[in-house]
C-alpha cells in the first residue's frame, strides 16, 4: 500500500513538473513567433523564424511525452502562459504602441533563459528514460538541439548588444552636447544677473550717456530672461 502511494505522488509530482515545462513551452513558443515577425536585423530573422519552428516542434515533443507517460494536461496552466506572454508586451518603459530600443536585448534574454529551462527539462527526462521506458535517443536529440539554440541565441544577444551600444553612442553624445549648453547658459544667466543686480536703476539719461552699458544690459536680458528695473 505505502509502496502504491509512494508511486503515485511520484507520478503526481512528475505530472506537475512536466505540465510547468509545457506551460514555460507555450510562453516560450508565443516569444519566439513575435520575435520572428519583429523588426530584427535581417540576418537575424532568418535564425529567428527557424528558432520559432523549432520550438514549436520541441513544445509538441513535450506533449506527445507527456501522453506516453499517461501525464494530463493541466489546461489552465497552458492558458495562463498564453495570457502571461501577451500581458508581458505590455511594459511601462514610454513605448506603449511600439517597440522599446532595449526590445531586443530583453527578449532575447528571455528567451534564451527559457530555452535554458528547456535544456533541463530534457536532462530530467533524459534520467528517467530506461525506468519510463522513453526514447533515449529522440531525447538525446532534443537536449542537443536546445544546446545549440541556445549557443545562438547568446550570438544573436551579442550582436544586438553591439547594434544598440553603436546605435546609441551618437545620442549620447548628443545628450552630452546639449547638458554643456545648457550648463553654458545657466553660467551666463548667473554672471548676467549678478551684472544686473549691481547696476543702478534703469534711466533713458544713463542709456544714452554709457550706450556700451546698454548693449551690455541687452545681451544680459537675453540671456537671462531678465529686464531692467524701469523708473
Known amino acids: ?33 513575435r520575435m520572428a515577425a519583429a523588426n530584427y536585423p535581417q540576418e537575424a530573422k532568418g535564425v529567428l523564424q527557424r528558432l520559432a519552428a523549432e ?4 513544445r ?10 499517461g501525464v494530463p494536461v493541466r489546461g489552465y496552466k ?8 501577451k500581458a508581458g508586451r505590455l511594459k511601462p518603459n514610454g513605448y506603449l504602441l511600439a517597440r522599446s530600443p532595449l526590445s531586443n536585448l530583453e ?7 527559457a530555452v535554458e529551462g528547456k535544456a533541463a527539462g530534457w536532462r530530467t527526462l533524459r534520467s528517467l528514460a530506461v525506468q519510463r521506458q522513453l526514447d533515449s535517443g529522440r531525447l538525446d536529440e532534443l537536449l542537443s538541439r536546445a544546446h ?20 546609441n553612442r551618437a545620442k549620447v553624445s548628443d545628450e552630452v552636447g546639449v547638458r554643456r549648453e545648457r550648463d553654458l547658459r545657466l553660467d551666463q544667466r548667473s554672471s ?24 551690455s544690459v541687452l545681451t544680459c536680458v ?3 530672461g531678465f529686464e531692467p528695473a524701469t523708473p
Open 1 to 33: 500500500m505505502a509502496g502504491k502511494l509512494t508511486r503515485q505522488s511520484g507520478r503526481d509530482l512528475l505530472g506537475v513538473y512536466l505540465n510547468d515545462h509545457l506551460a514555460g513551452a507555450t510562453g516560450g513558443t508565443e516569444l519566439a513567433r
Open 55 to 58: 520550438i514549436a516542434e520541441d
Open 60 to 69: 509538441t515533443a513535450l506533449a506527445d511525452i507527456m501522453a506516453t507517460l
Open 78 to 85: 497552458v492558458w495562463a502562459a498564453w495570457i502571461g506572454e
Open 107 to 113: 527578449e532575447l534574454e528571455i528567451l534564451r533563459l
Open 148 to 167: 545549440r539554440q541556445a549557443d545562438e541565441l547568446e550570438e544573436l544577444h551579442a550582436a544586438a548588444t553591439s547594434h544598440f551600444i553603436e546605435t
Open 192 to 215: 548676467c544677473v549678478t551684472t544686473l543686480r549691481e547696476l543702478p536703476p534703469w534711466s533713458p539719461e544713463r542709456q544714452e550717456a554709457d550706450p556700451e552699458l546698454r548693449i
Open 222 to 224: 537675453g540671456t537671462a
